[in-house]
């Protein structure tokens, strides 16, 4: 989920409103990329910058537990039995909370399961919180709700059924909530609340509440150190308050790792001056606080506390007086400390007098203060006459706005903003929930764990360009939005009848069934698009369901783990709305299904929304999009970071329109002989078990099934032949076991050569005391100067990898393996290695400038030496390996006991503090950190994005791309950029536009090359230079004339086929070209592509 990695880095921008908007839209999108995600957000959304070179782990200061709850009088449990075991800090269940946990961190996430929170008031937004609430893992939620369940609650309430209006909405839904986590105790409440029911939780979240209790609410938790959210939601507006007491500690304030830099040099000073390595900036901010360690000379610094620092550049910074301390001589690592922030909140009362504002569209700077006033003038409203004011009554309107007025005689106030708030007061929209449910499901998490940093305290929201760009009084009257007694009246309220019939015939392709896929699922199904008759969705996905996917794909229970995610998601969302038109699919987007998903199948469509997991297949997905000229919704999480994009045809740009810039890669020389980082150690380790139990094992298969494979290898550039036969040799002859106990002597051996004698070899070329040409030490900077290990079958840890490493061996030559550790202790003390003496004469690669510049001929006699050792395939009958695909996943497979062990034993060579499994699995699985919250609150926003294309918006004002960080809390709405307009001639054209050119003529015949050339001349005054097809070029002005003449006369799919050397499939209706053209002036002019039709 997501844009690709970082877009942008450095300094901070100084830019407000608008143009800061458009500067964080451009420069962080954000990554739910898969591998390689890399730095994630653009200085405006985060306390640390993109330039972080390196990251260590930290753990956040606790606030002290908060007590177990007391027994909720008047309640219905559900889970009970689960409490206790949720509270026990030894009980944090990895399988399932493990995206989370990259997120949170252990100890907030044991904070959170000690916490009893209460949700009151149970329609959509209620619900939204609650569901977040229990699927993040808290110890109880209590669902509260005195009142019965109506038609306008199904609008967003996606845990009634129709069958359950006229019950309590608290009662209905429990059972459906309890679902989402056994390890939570989910209970309902159907009495009023009152002072005694409210001493029992640690949170109260108030939803759709008068403002009468919310004030009493408020004076008692304030009183009581009860932590309070209230939240509501009116039509296109929602409304957010936080009061987390008096003396709130926040532990971490944005859930960035610490940065860490390397030291080059500090001066003796007041202040001091420290300089770091200039391979990458430092990324600290003025304000911060740093620790040292391993600084030689001026070892003083090792033992300060926490030092506040002063930027003076990207790599420099002042740390107070230094000049008492040594001289300092080298090396020195700094890092970030997470320090304490205290806040203090006002009571509810308080706030409602003097507000504290969070802006979420710096379009709308003025809005949120008019919003606050408008929304006590609703209360009050309310409170008058017992209901809320009727959908588009101008009476009614008329006077909410005179009692806003009255909230603060003689300020300002926007009229039609306070006009539209009453207008929708009785409007209930399932896309406007799911943002403000995330967002305050949030802050509970952040209130009973201390983790990031709260809203302070008010949040204001509304999208009424959602609303008709034209004719919206024709629209929207009193007839059309009154209530039909239907599941859409909460929809109906705020836009009328028409949109509600034209979203029941709109027909979308969601791209994804995870955690977005789901949200969009449930949201499509609330708001009833594709439950017409002419209507539909389809949702593919080829993954099936994993344990980890429960924790925020909320579609799915522990029951449905190995099916189909399309299937159960649909199924899932069709009991939700029945009418929902959903049909799951299990096939992949790529070319390979263009025969599945073709020309009719896109052509039938309204929009596509992405749900998708890499940047490949968003990519793919946005062309698709181009060419059908098809509205798509892409969207994106990592963590509490979230992006929407909304592409629309002919008016905004593409998601493919900007490029990030590519992962920095790991140096190679680096990764064989010099980390000083846990990545570096944890990314050798992966490619160690790429080499070892999937490379060879496929190779084997290839040589011992494939005869032209040798021939193929030997073409290989540089030394890989070599490189592949010797590997060949040692799987087939040198290193193949015949039994356990072989394996596990291969795993003593490989130690050996990995921990010892290699680390021995380059001590031999590289002494601790040489000094480079320039007269400085060769292990200093960012060479960490290593040290051989000595085994010990008693050492846990070398004891681990020889276990892991036998068994992925047996498992590869398809041998028994075995978890019996003290045998394998026996099996290792038998084992006898040789004694290690270094070798003369083996050159080891500093740079990999080094290593490039230096290319070895190939011993061609070695070559034959090494395919005569090996069996031929007659020899080895029946024999095959079995290669063995890294899953991160399963912890009973060894795949993370290897990678954890061979990370740490190097990490030991070079004195890198290790990683234990949870970080380890973090970085070399590649995971994205995903939290339900986030996932809820920008699927939310993308389907406030839908309203407007479904109504047809035409004006790119009314779009909204955003980009949010719920820790720090920061949200930003911003329109989308136009997309870039060229020129030939007089002809302007977009990468909405192409040249639509019929293959067949009008004599039946399809148009050949020539003719294809002389249309362009004669019609658009354009000669054409240069045309492909995909990766194939059909035609080039300096092709050999012998090739022209015979291409000059092909039809255009025979020179395809023959260039491609692929037959066109009957499912392909048209190609697309791509053209270099010369003008009039024979200037080079850039111009559409082709879209060529044949069928």
């Not at 739910?32 to 995600?37: E, F, I, L």
């Not at 297949?617 to 963590?639: H, I, N, P, W």
């Not at 497979?893 to 954890?900: A, S």
């Not at 939290?931 to 309203?947: D, H, P």
Request: net charge negative; hydrophobic share 35%.
């Amino acid at each position: 989920m997501g844009r690709r990695g970082g877009r942008g880095a450095g300094r901070r921008e100084e830019a407000g409103g608008e143009e800061a908007a458009a500067i964080l839209w451009r420069r962080s999108r954000a990554e739910r990329a898969g591998p390689g995600g890399g730095a994630w957000t653009a200085r405006l959304m985060s306390s640390s910058p993109l330039c972080k070179k390196r990251r260590v782990s930290g753990s956040a200061q606790p606030t002290g537990p908060s007590p177990d709850p007391a027994p909720t009088p008047g309640s219905t449990p559900a889970n009970g039995s689960a409490m206790a075991k949720n509270g026990s800090e030894a009980e944090i269940d990895e399988g399932l909370y493990s995206r989370q946990l990259y997120v949170l961190g252990h100890e907030a996430m044991r904070r959170m399961q000690t916490a009893a929170v209460l949700v009151s008031g149970l329609r959509g937004l209620g619900l939204e919180v609650a569901k977040n609430l229990v699927l993040g893992g808290v110890k109880a939620v209590t669902l509260h709700d005195p009142h019965p369940a109506t038609w306008a609650d199904l609008s967003s309430q996606f845990y009634l059924r129709e069958s359950d209006v006229g019950r309590n909405r608290a009662e209905a839904t429990l059972p459906r909530v309890a679902e989402l986590n056994t390890y939570v105790g989910v209970t309902s409440c159907t009495e009023p609340l009152t002072p005694h029911f409210l001493e029992a939780f640690q949170v109260v979240v108030l939803t759709n509440s008068p403002l009468e209790e919310q004030l009493w609410v408020g004076d008692f938790c304030h009183e009581r150190g009860i932590k309070l959210v209230v939240a509501d939601t009116r039509g296109l507006f929602g409304q957010l308050f936080c009061d987390f007491g008096d003396d709130f500690v926040v532990t971490d304030t944005n859930g960035e790792q610490p940065l860490s830099a390397m030291v080059s040099m500090v001066t003796k000073g007041c202040p001091g001056e420290v300089t770091c390595l200039d391979d990458a900036r430092h990324g600290f901010e003025t304000g911060d606080f740093v620790t040292f360690t391993e600084v030689e000379g001026m070892e003083e610094l090792n033992q300060c506390g926490p030092l506040e620092i002063r930027v003076l550049g990207p790599y420099t910074f002042s740390v107070g007086d230094t000049s008492g301390f040594s001289d300092y001589e080298r090396g020195g690592i700094v890092t970030q400390v997470k320090m304490p922030k205290r806040i203090r909140f006002k009571r509810l009362r308080e706030s409602l007098a003097e507000p504290e504002l969070l802006v979420t569209d710096y379009g709308k700077l003025e809005r949120a203060p008019m919003m606050h006033r408008g929304w006590q003038g609703l209360h009050h409203f309310t409170q008058r006459h017992g209901r809320a004011p009727r959908p588009q009554h101008a009476g009614d309107a008329a006077e909410v706005l005179s009692l806003a007025r009255a909230v603060s005689p003689g300020s300002d106030l926007d009229e039609e903003l306070v006009r539209q708030l009453a207008f929708q007061a009785t409007g209930d929209l399932a896309p406007l929930n799911g943002f403000i449910g995330g967002v305050a499901a949030q802050e509970v998490m952040k209130a009973v764990s201390g983790k990031f940093t709260p809203i302070q305290q008010w949040l204001y929201f509304d999208a009424l360009e959602c609303l008709p760009e034209e004719n919206r009084e024709q629209l929207l009257t009193e007839e059309t939005c009154r209530p039909r007694g239907n599941r859409y009246d909460g929809q109906v309220a705020v836009f009328g009848t028409g949109l509600q019939e034209r979203l029941g015939q709109q027909k979308y392709f969601v791209v994804g069934a995870g955690a977005i896929g789901c949200e969009l699922l449930k949201t499509f199904a609330m708001m009833g698009l594709g439950c017409g008759p002419d209507g539909g969705v389809t949702v593919t996905d080829m993954d099936t369901i994993e344990k980890s996917n429960l924790n925020r794909q909320f579609l799915f229970r522990p029951w449905d783990v190995t099916k189909l995610k399309s299937e159960r998601a649909a199924a899932a969302a069709r009991e939700m709305n029945p009418a929902l038109r959903v049909i799951g699919r299990s096939e992949r987007v790529g070319p390979e299904t263009e025969r599945v998903f073709d020309d009719e199948f896109f052509e039938g469509l309204d929009g596509v929304a992405n749900a998708l997991d890499n940047v490949d297949a968003r990519l793919y997905m946005d062309r698709r999009c181009v060419y059908y000229r098809k509205a798509l919704l892409e969207s994106g999480t990592l963590g509490t970071k979230g992006n929407v994009q909304v592409v629309v045809p002919f008016l905004s740009e593409a998601y493919s329109s900007s490029q990030d810039p590519p992962e920095r890669a790991i140096p190679i020389c680096t990764l064989r002989n010099f980390p000083n980082a846990i990545e570096h150690t944890l990314q050798w380790a992966r490619d160690e078990f790429e080499g070892l139990f999937k490379q060879p094992a496929e190779n084997v298969n290839q040589y011992l099934t494939d005869p032209k494979f040798l021939e193929r290898t030997l073409r290989l550039a540089g030394t890989q032949p070599l490189e592949v036969l010797e590997a060949l040799q040692r799987s087939l002859v040198t290193d193949r076991p015949r039994s356990w106990p072989d394996c596990v002597a291969w795993a003593c051996q490989h130690w050996h050569r990995q921990y010892s004698n290699n680390i021995r070899q380059l001590l031999h070329n590289f002494p601790p005391g040489q000094k480079t040409n320039s007269g400085t030490l060769f292990w200093s900077g960012p060479k960490r100067c290593p040290h051989p290990l000595t085994f010990d079958p008693d050492n846990a840890l070398h004891l681990d990898y020889v276990v892991a490493a036998a068994n992925l061996l047996a498992q590869s030559y398809g041998l028994p393996g075995s978890r019996d550790r003290a045998a394998v202790a026996e099996l290792v003390r038998r084992v006898r290695v040789p004694p290690f003496v270094p070798k003369a004469g083996v050159r080891i690669h500093v740079t990999d400038q080094e290593l490039q510049s230096s290319a070895p001929a190939l011993d061609d006699g070695r070559l034959e030496e090494l395919r005569a050792s090996l069996p031929s395939p007659d020899e080895l009958p029946g024999f095959r390996m079995f290669p063995i695909d890294f899953e991160k996943d399963d912890d009973t497979n060894f795949h993370m006991d290897f990678i954890v062990a061979a990370s740490n034993l190097r990490a030991e060579n070079y004195d890198i503090p290790p990683a234990d499994r949870h970080k380890s699995k973090l970085i070399a699985g590649k995971i994205i950190p995903a939290i339900a919250t986030t996932t809820g609150a920008v699927v939310g926003l993308a389907c406030l994005e839908l309203y407007k294309l479904v109504q047809g918006h035409r004006r790119l004002s009314s779009y909204r791309n955003a980009f949010l960080n719920l820790a720090l809390p920061f949200v930003a709405c911003s329109e989308p950029l136009a997309c870039p307009r060229n020129k030939y001639y007089d002809v302007e054209w977009t990468l909405w536009d192409r040249f639509e050119v019929q293959g067949l003529q009008p004599d039946g015949q399809e148009m050949t090359l020539r003719q294809f050339l002389a249309y362009f001349k004669k019609e658009h005054r354009l000669e054409i230079t240069m045309l492909s097809q995909g990766v194939s070029m059909l035609y080039s002005f300096f092709m050999p004339a012998a090739k022209l003449r015979e291409r000059h006369d092909q039809p255009m799919t025979e020179i395809v086929a023959r260039v491609s050397k692929k037959k066109l499939g009957r499912h392909v209706r048209a190609l697309v070209f791509e053209l270099c053209c010369n003008d009039d002036t024979d200037n080079d002019v850039e111009v559409p592509y082709v879209r060529y039709t044949i069928r």
